[in-house]
């Protein structure tokens, strides 16, 4: 099959597209055809050789964990679902990639619904089964003033909507060039960085009983005296939350129930007109290095997906 790949590690300019051998569903795996293809954090961090990760990889190497495409190959156990099934979903995390490619296997999917677009559906699986598990970890739901730190990017545009189709209202941080994106989103927007909390206290909110993180970037002492307690904030991005008592939901993708959950949720939502998943770039996977470069560019608002050979959309 054609795939990209990259024999070592370094700038998006490693990657290739080039013959790699087919994969196979095993039990509770569908296989698919791949019409997209998301590219993720994961992804470039992997190919540039800075997650920890890396050292885990086997090279040559299929990056890749979200895929949507049209089952191919059904493994054991699998019900409900045949070949020729439009889906979309990820890959298992243990394998660290192998979306990429013409074809691809599913640890958790989902069927695309109609209102979906394949470019939407390719870079979906990750962002929503993460954003999915947070916000369920934190308890979000009605009624709940809920902070989402870094809400412009991949996660943070999901949480934001999912978090609001709970009934939540939501504050989002972003840069002043994404204030525009994350209102449109339904969110509060707020300038992101240092300050965060008096900026936060200035707005006509009577409190915020929840805060999620999503940036990485240092906000944590923050968003605890935003919220009174580590114990109401949570972070994906942040190794060093443990150390002030927050919560910390990484490195579960593909381990538990909630991946599909979250997936059928969204597409549902999706077919009601109330969730889409942003896309700001597609390419052709041939030029999967110059989507890996758009990838770590501003503003970074939304998803970035590839297209497989003769599927433009």
């Known amino acids: 099959m054609f795939a990209v790949q990259f024999d070592r590690f370094g700038p998006p300019e490693v990657l290739t597209v080039g013959r790699f051998p087919e994969p196979h569903a095993g039990p509770d795996e569908v296989r698919i055809r791949v019409r997209t293809a998301g590219v993720s954090p994961v992804d470039v961090a992997l190919r540039a050789g800075l997650s920890p990760s890396s050292k885990k990889v086997p090279l040559p190497h299929v990056p890749g964990v979200d895929a949507a495409g049209v089952i191919d190959e059904v493994g054991a156990d699998v019900i409900g679902f045949a070949v020729g099934d439009e889906v979309f979903g990820a890959v298992d995390v243990s394998r660290l990639g192998g979306a990429s490619a013409e074809f691809a296997v599913l640890r958790f999917w989902t069927p695309k619904p109609p209102a979906m677009s394949w470019a939407e559906a390719g870079a979906a699986g990750t962002s929503i089964e ?15 003033t809920l902070l989402i730190d870094g809400a ?36 509060t927007p707020v300038a992101y960085g240092q300050g965060l909390a008096g900026r936060v206290s200035a707005l006509d909110v009577e409190r915020v009983d929840l805060a999620l993180d999503v940036a990485g970037a240092g906000s944590l002492p923050e968003l605890i005296t935003i919220t009174g307690t580590a114990a109401s904030v949570l972070t994906i991005a942040d190794f060093t939350g443990p150390e002030l008592g927050v919560r910390i939901s990484v490195g ?41 470069a758009a990838a770590v560019r501003g503003p970074r608002q939304g998803k970035i997906a590839l297209t497989a050979p003769g599927d433009h959309r």
């Open 130 to 144: 993460t954003a999915t598990r947070a916000l369920d970890r934190l308890d979000v739901r009605a009624g709940t």
């Open 152 to 187: 412009a990017g991949g996660v943070g545009s999901v949480a934001v909507q999912l978090a609001i189709a709970r009934g939540a209202r939501v504050i989002g941080t972003g840069r002043p060039e994404s204030r525009t994106f994350i209102a449109r989103l339904g969110a």
């Open 252 to 292: 579960e993708l593909g381990g538990e129930p909630d991946g599909r959950h979250g997936l059928t949720l969204a597409a549902a939502l999706s077919e009601e007109g109330r969730f889409r998943v942003p896309v700001r770039e597609v390419f052709p996977m041939a030029r999967a290095a110059d989507a890996h």
